[in-house]
């Protein structure tokens, strides 16, 4: 039998591979499947700007989005249609995976309105609305982890809803929201509405983008001193934090799911919600291509990659069991961090304003090209 890939290997550390992105040429030239079947990939994710890119470049979805402006549909209609269909596509896709893992794996993701993140109503009746819709069993729900945001988890778990928790950054809110997944369980084994072992859930961390930001504060600190000793400790934090954030993150979720309290629930045969690592492409060049998936890689979590990130680490990268490795000097990191000016909750609570909004302009962005792309069928239909 032919050695595995390194993608493949991780599944031995007890880490899985989803695919961070989604587009209709991808589904329907096979190369999906061929990620599942020659490169170990176990899911989908998706969030508003893969589907930007996917809707305005080329013409897979023209067919599809001349019947609706046939049929009247808004710009918002057009999209949500198009979205569902790629997405139970790809999700029947991967339904062999879901099957076999005993539904571990096998998930494709789609996110509630990013200009929801703030409503907590507005994101159960989006959740539901996609679920009720796309009706398979292997469908995560993306909600984001504002606080807005960890009500609604609570409730949808509640229900038996799989959710995806996304853009978590700091170690507070990751914390909340896996006290939201517990309560869920709780609340959902009280009304016995569904068996515990039916219901996943993965909580989304993500790890390049803090050392974008933490990098360009250092860089700023090593600008504004003389002192060289100062200078050559400030540069030895870059490239760091986001490991060392992401490994505190990882004992979080050790204590909580190994804790009496979830134990209660594991009897009644609940998973824990698995440790999503989003964001693992490599922002620097200055780094290790793979250094984000390399790092973080133990049990019970998934990496979600980009395609190029795929590629990398599929042609080189090293597979060890590295996510609980030197927490101790994670925690020194974090704590050097703090004495030179730099703290993580400010660091954190910037990335999650930056990532709603970024979301919220991709989402603005790709309704704006369908309705470009409405407005151009429509002349067309009138002709």
């Known amino acids: 039998m032919a050695d595995k890939n390194p993608l493949e290997a991780l599944l031995d550390y007890g880490q899985s591979v989803w695919y961070d992105n989604i587009a209709r040429g991808l589904i329907k030239d096979g190369s999906i499947q061929k990620l599942i079947d020659h490169s170990g990939v176990r899911g989908v994710t998706s969030n508003p700007s893969i589907f930007e890119k996917a809707i305005a470049s080329g013409h897979d979805y023209d067919d599809q989005v001349t019947e609706l402006v046939k049929a009247g549909k808004s710009a918002e209609e057009i999209f949500t249609a198009v979205a569902i269909e790629d997405i139970r596509d790809t999700a029947d896709l991967f339904k062999p995976v879901f099957d076999q893992s005993n539904g571990a794996d096998g998930y494709v993701s789609i996110e509630v309105s990013p200009t929801l993140a703030h409503d907590t109503e507005g994101t159960l009746k989006d959740a539901h609305s996609f679920y009720e819709v796309l009706a398979r069993t292997n469908i995560m729900i993306k909600v984001p982890a504002t606080p807005e945001g960890i009500p609604a988890i609570e409730s949808l778990i509640g229900e038996g809803i799989n959710v995806n928790v996304t853009l978590i950054f ?38 390049s983008r803090v050392d974008v930001l933490v990098d360009k504060m250092l860089d700023e600190k ?37 804790s009496e309290r979830f134990a209660k629930l594991k009897a009644q045969g609940a998973h824990p919600q698995r440790m999503l690592w989003a964001s693992t492409s490599t922002k620097n060049p200055a780094y290790r291509d793979v250094m984000y998936v390399e790092e973080l890689i133990g049990p019970d979590t998934v990496d979600t990659m980009p395609p190029q990130t795929v590629v990398a680490f599929g042609d080189h990268g090293k597979v060890a069991r590295t996510v609980d490795q030197n927490v101790e000097a994670a925690h020194k990191v974090i704590a050097d961090l703090e004495a030179a000016g730099i703290t993580m909750p400010h660091v954190t609570d910037q990335l999650l304003k930056e990532g709603v909004d970024l979301f919220a302009d991709a989402f603005s962005k790709l309704l704006a090209g369908v309705e470009s792309k409405r407005q151009q069928k429509q002349l067309e239909v009138a002709r």
């Open 170 to 207: 700091a170690l507070d809110a990751y914390e909340a929201v896996a006290n939201a997944y517990i309560s869920g369980l709780e609340k959902l084994a009280a009304s016995g509405k569904k068996p515990l072992d039916k219901v996943a859930s993965v909580a989304s961390f993500f790890v």
């Open 222 to 258: 090593i600008a504004a001193t003389q002192d060289a000793a100062q200078k050559a400790h400030l540069e030895s934090l870059k490239g760091k934090a986001a490991i060392a954030n992401s490994k505190l993150a990882y004992q979080k979720f050790q204590q909580i799911f190994d």
